[in-house]
């Protein structure tokens, strides 16, 4: 079964930091691109950062750029979201996702075919 | 960046009736970087709609989306309880990739 697993959210002050994870299994994980998309609580869903499949190609949001780190471990089958400098405004679920940036097969973005069930992330003081 | 717009923000429709969603760019795009999704409370977003108009694996043939350019369409030809959720349509081929507003069908 294709699976995607988040972790490490929690409450944190403003200002601080924390490290998202995503373990993936049921897929041949280097294969893919993969991505990380938030959603503010009540609201709509956010992309906001992409990593190709072997690491080489990373996009970001404009809301969360020099911030936010994507990278990747694919022996480990695990995608990470490195967060600094958190603000209020960062406080949403975030989801794991397959697709959504560069693939090792094209040279296009695909879709977002796969989701996590997310971990949520709170910044407060 | 491209912005996308759903409409209308509600639809409030009865099972059986007809759903029609509405997802226009700030910019025309290839169809083939235009996706559908589904999210019910509670749950993370489902793939419906990939490529503007293929259906993604185990989605009923009650969906169907359609459109080109910057106008494009989700259309739930009879709903059933289960189909009551929000959907959002997706740009995607090109960095960054954007969401629309979401556009909430809820049973009347």
């Known amino acids: 079964e294709v699976q995607l697993v988040e972790s490490g959210g929690g409450v944190v002050r403003p200002g601080g930091s924390l490290r998202l994870a995503c373990a993936a299994s049921?897929?041949?994980?280097?294969?893919?691109?993969m991505s990380w998309v938030r959603q503010a609580p009540g609201k709509g869903l956010e992309w906001v950062s992409g990593?190709?499949?072997?690491?080489?190609?990373?996009g970001y949001a404009d809301s969360v750029r020099d911030q936010f780190t994507v990278s990747r471990d694919n022996a480990k089958n695990s995608l990470y979201l490195q967060m600094n400098s958190l603000r209020v405004e960062d406080t949403a679920l975030y989801y794991c996702a397959r697709g959504g940036f560069y693939s090792d097969s094209t040279a296009y973005i695909p879709h977002i075919d796969i989701w996590g069930k997310g971990t949520a992330v709170t910044v407060s003081s | 960046d491209i912005v996308l717009t759903q409409s209308p923000g509600t639809l409030s429709l009865s099972p059986g009736e007809r759903a029609t969603l509405s997802c226009r760019a700030s910019?025309?795009?290839?169809?083939?970087?235009l996706a559908w999704y589904q999210q019910k409370p509670g749950q993370a977003p489902r793939l419906l709609i990939y490529?503007?108009?293929t259906r993604a694996t185990g989605i009923s043939g009650r969906f169907t989306g359609s459109g080109s350019g910057t106008d494009f369409t989700l259309t739930i030809s009879r709903l059933e309880p289960e189909d009551f959720a929000v959907y959002y349509c997706q740009k995607y081929g090109t960095s960054p990739l954007t969401f629309g507003g979401g556009t909430r069908v809820e049973i009347k």
């Open positions: 490529g503007a108009a």
């Open positions: 049921g897929f041949t994980f280097d294969d893919y691109g």
């Open positions: 990593i190709n499949w072997n690491g080489a190609k990373k």
């Open positions: 910019q025309t795009f290839s169809s083939k970087y």
